[in-house]
């Protein structure tokens, strides 16, 4: 069996991992605060991520194919092509939708960075089957060092990007996602060789590299349109910064609008932070008061912490959340105290002892504030 001589286009090398970057950026900046948007949203971000990362790895891989020189005239099979397409979407969509609707353990992350490993070496065997005039002969270690690399370094670049939701690691995990869509693609090239085979019956149309740079040229422009508008979210500066857990450290004005699921009439609703007045724990739920209306919400006081501290809420009790843009005044008693909210029949929320000196702190700055303006 003679093997083809194989030659590769620096350029389009070099593309292919500047497109891998670009889709993994978009893809994983997409999936940025999703916990704090309504579930339609939520679903429509999940699915364009999975079209951003996915489709990046489909565009990667037959940007280097494109470059790939062989003696020989060769095609590609359509609906092949178009099936490694879609697998990569499914399989990078399956790993996101147990990123963000499953409990976000160290063994969800690991599996969902393991899916999309297998999704990129899936794109990659069943792209390459695509292949018309020529057959892909493949090596047993350019197997192994793909697989290896490939879900090894997604379970990597998930753990960075998941384990803290940091502009910083979203960066180093688009970086780690990179590189293990490109290692995937060139390990496995290394360990493949190139036969010519007769023309076969086809499984689907067949199309020629001119029309095939068409299409990732196109799809290309998509991502990085894509990367652009997601981009724009990063040189938003917020008008302050708050770390989660201190009640101390309360901007002038809110980083952004927390939307909280509650229960009104047997309809689930959501509303806005700013609306609200205070928490209140409610055994493994909470009370949410707003205006004259007392709502449920299932989300415990732990993590209504977690949820609202960042966007200005003060924790007066171990029990009670207050926003300090609707307190109308504070009042002390003894060594304890208590908030009086704006224009409502809404009752008093308690400030105890040790909670006293961090309130009476975040409200002078709210007032501070209020009066700058």
């Given at each position: 069996?003679?093997?083809l001589?194989?030659?590769?286009s620096s350029f389009?090398?070099?593309m292919s991992?500047?497109?891998?970057l670009?889709?993994?950026?978009?893809?994983?900046?997409l999936?940025?605060d999703?916990s704090q948007?309504?579930?339609?949203?939520?679903k429509?971000?999940?699915?364009?991520a999975?079209?951003?990362?996915?489709g990046?790895i489909?565009?990667?891989h037959f940007?280097?194919?494109?470059?790939l020189?062989?003696?020989?005239?060769?095609?590609?099979?359509?609906?092949?092509?178009?099936?490694?397409?879609?697998s990569?979407?499914l399989l990078?969509?399956a790993?996101l939708?147990?990123?963000?609707?499953?409990?976000?353990t160290p063994?969800?992350?690991?599996?969902?960075?393991?899916?999309v490993g297998?999704?990129i070496?899936?794109?990659?065997y069943?792209?390459?089957?695509g292949l018309?005039?020529c057959?892909?002969?493949?090596t047993?270690?350019?197997?192994i060092?793909s697989s290896?690399?490939g879900?090894?370094?997604?379970?990597?670049?998930f753990?960075?990007?998941?384990g803290?939701?940091?502009?910083?690691?979203?960066?180093?995990?688009?970086?780690?996602f990179?590189?293990?869509?490109?290692s995937?693609?060139?390990?496995a090239?290394?360990?493949t060789?190139?036969?010519?085979?007769?023309s076969?019956?086809?499984?689907?149309p067949?199309?020629?590299?001119?029309?095939?740079?068409?299409v990732?040229?196109f799809?290309?422009?998509?991502i990085?349109?894509?990367?652009?508008?997601v981009?724009v979210t990063?040189?938003?500066a917020?008008?302050g910064?708050?770390?989660?857990?201190?009640?101390?450290?309360v901007?002038?004005e809110?980083?952004?609008?927390?939307?909280?699921?509650?229960e009104?009439?047997?309809?689930?609703?959501?509303?806005w932070?700013?609306?609200v007045?205070?928490?209140r724990a409610?055994?493994?739920?909470?009370?949410i008061?707003?205006?004259?209306?007392r709502?449920?919400c299932?989300?415990?006081?732990t993590?209504?912490?977690?949820?609202?501290?960042?966007?200005?809420?003060?924790q007066?009790?171990?029990?009670?959340l207050?926003?300090p843009?609707?307190?109308?005044?504070f009042?002390?008693?003894?060594?304890?105290?208590r908030?009086?909210?704006?224009g409502?029949d809404s009752?008093p929320?308690?400030v105890?002892?040790?909670?006293?000196?961090?309130?009476?702190?975040?409200?002078?700055?709210?007032?501070?504030a209020?009066?700058?303006k």
């Amino acid at each position: 069996m003679e093997f083809l001589t194989v030659s590769h286009s620096s350029f389009l090398i070099g593309m292919s991992c500047l497109v891998a970057l670009v889709a993994g950026f978009t893809g994983l900046s997409l999936t940025r605060d999703l916990s704090q948007k309504p579930m339609f949203q939520k679903k429509i971000a999940i699915a364009l991520a999975a079209i951003a990362l996915g489709g990046g790895i489909w565009a990667m891989h037959f940007v280097a194919m494109l470059g790939l020189k062989l003696p020989i005239l060769f095609y590609y099979d359509a609906a092949i092509t178009l099936v490694s397409a879609l697998s990569a979407i499914l399989l990078v969509g399956a790993a996101l939708i147990l990123l963000h609707f499953a409990e976000r353990t160290p063994i969800i992350i690991s599996i969902a960075g393991s899916i999309v490993g297998i999704g990129i070496l899936a794109m990659h065997y069943i792209g390459m089957a695509g292949l018309e005039l020529c057959r892909a002969i493949y090596t047993t270690s350019g197997v192994i060092y793909s697989s290896f690399a490939g879900v090894g370094l997604c379970i990597l670049a998930f753990w960075i990007t998941y384990g803290q939701r940091t502009d910083r690691n979203i960066v180093l995990g688009t970086i780690c996602f990179a590189i293990a869509v490109c290692s995937v693609h060139f390990l496995a090239v290394s360990g493949t060789n190139f036969v010519t085979t007769p023309s076969l019956p086809e499984f689907g149309p067949t199309i020629s590299n001119e029309v095939l740079a068409l299409v990732v040229i196109f799809f290309s422009f998509v991502i990085f349109g894509a990367c652009l508008w997601v981009s724009v979210t990063y040189l938003v500066a917020p008008n302050g910064e708050t770390k989660i857990g201190d009640p101390l450290n309360v901007t002038q004005e809110r980083i952004e609008d927390v939307q909280i699921p509650c229960e009104r009439d047997g309809r689930k609703i959501f509303i806005w932070s700013s609306d609200v007045h205070f928490v209140r724990a409610d055994g493994h739920y909470t009370q949410i008061y707003k205006n004259n209306e007392r709502l449920f919400c299932v989300w415990p006081i732990t993590e209504a912490t977690k949820r609202l501290l960042p966007v200005g809420f003060i924790q007066s009790h171990r029990s009670y959340l207050i926003n300090p843009a609707r307190v109308a005044h504070f009042e002390r008693i003894k060594d304890k105290g208590r908030c009086v909210f704006k224009g409502t029949d809404s009752p008093p929320a308690p400030v105890s002892r040790s909670k006293l000196k961090a309130v009476q702190d975040a409200l002078a700055a709210q007032i501070g504030a209020v009066r700058a303006k």
